[in-house]
C-alpha cells in the first residue's frame, strides 16, 4: 500500500503515514522479538488481530471512480445465481431463518479470527498460532491489496432494489448500517469478508490439521459467509471466487514457507 500510495501521487501526508506504518510495525516487531517474554508474544498475536481493520480502513485513501463495465456483466451473472438457478429461492425455502442466520454470520465476520485463536488455545495448540496468522495474513492482506485495483460498488450500491432479500431482520439492519457509516467505498473486488471468512479456515487447516472438526466447521462457515455477501447483496459473487483463489494460493505458499 506504501508503494501504492506514491505510485498514485496521493497527499503528502497520507504518502507519509502509510510509508511510516510498516516502518513502526517492524520496529516493534524486531523490539519485541529481541526482548520477548511469553506474555509480550501473546499479547502481540492478539492484539495484531485488530491491524486487520486498519489495514482495510487505510485503503479508502485509494477510492476512485468505479467501472460499471465489470458491474454489468457481473450484475448479470449474479441474476442468473439468483434466479435462474434459484438459489435465492433455495435459501428462502422455509422463511426467515436461513436468511437471519446468513446476516447474523456477516455481521460476525471479524469475531471469527479471534474465536479461531480461541479455539486453538482451548485445544492446547497455542504455539500453532503463528502458523495460522501467517495464512490468516498472507491471505487477507494479499485480498486487500488487490481491491484499489478493480474500483466496483458492491452490488446493493450499484442497483439499488435489485434481487434484495426478501425476509428483513435485525442482523441485516445493523450490517447495513455499518455498510453506510464504516465501510470503505474503494471497491468490492476482491472480498474482504471472504478472504477473511477463508484464510481463518486455511489457517486453522495448517495449523491443526488433525484436528477436522475444527477446520471443517471453519470452512463451513466460511462458505456460509461467502454465500451471504451474495443472498444480501454484498458482493458479486465473482468477489468471493476471487478471494477463494487469493486465500487458496495464500495457504499453499504458507504451507511451503512453513515447511522450509
Known amino acids: 500500500m506504501a508503494v501504492l500510495g506514491v505510485a498514485r501521487a496521493l497527499p503528502a501526508g497520507q504518502q507519509a503515514l502509510l510509508l511510516a506504518a510498516p516502518v513502526v510495525l517492524g520496529a516493534f516487531w524486531v523490539t519485541e522479538e529481541a526482548n520477548t517474554r511469553a506474555w509480550s508474544r501473546i499479547t502481540r498475536e492478539w492484539v495484531s488481530l485488530g491491524l486487520l481493520l486498519c489495514a482495510y480502513w487505510t485503503l479508502q485513501v485509494f477510492a476512485s471512480a468505479y467501472s460499471w463495465d465489470w458491474q454489468r ?151 456460509l459467509v461467502y454465500i451471504a455477501t451474495i443472498y444480501g447483496r454484498y458482493h458479486y459473487a465473482v468477489d468471493g471466487l476471487a478471494s477463494i483463489a487469493i486465500t487458496t494460493v495464500a495457504w499453499r505458499v504458507a504451507e511451503k514457507v512453513g515447511t522450509e
Open 73 to 223: 456483466t457481473w450484475i448479470g451473472w449474479d441474476r442468473w445465481l439468483l434466479e435462474g438457478l434459484g438459489l435465492k429461492r433455495v435459501l428462502e425455502a422455509t422463511g426467515q431463518p436461513v436468511p437471519f442466520a446468513l446476516e447474523f454470520l456477516y455481521l460476525l465476520l471479524y469475531a471469527i479470527p479471534p474465536a479461531s485463536m480461541g479455539v486453538l488455545y482451548l485445544c492446547g495448540e497455542r504455539r500453532k498460532t503463528r502458523k495460522y496468522l501467517l495464512v490468516l495474513y498472507l491471505g487477507t492482506l494479499t485480498a486487500y491489496a488487490l481491491l484499489p485495483f478493480i474500483p466496483v460498488a458492491s452490488p446493493r450500491a450499484a442497483f439499488p432494489g435489485l434481487d434484495v432479500p426478501t425476509f428483513h431482520s435485525w442482523p441485516r439492519s445493523v450490517n447495513l448500517w455499518l455498510l453506510d457509516h464504516l465501510d470503505i467505498s474503494t471497491s468490492v473486488f476482491p472480498s474482504g469478508h471472504v478472504a477473511v471468512a477463508f484464510s481463518s479456515a486455511f489457517g486453522l487447516l495448517s495449523a491443526v490439521p488433525g484436528r477436522p472438526r475444527v477446520w471443517v466447521l471453519a470452512f463451513v462457515a466460511a462458505v
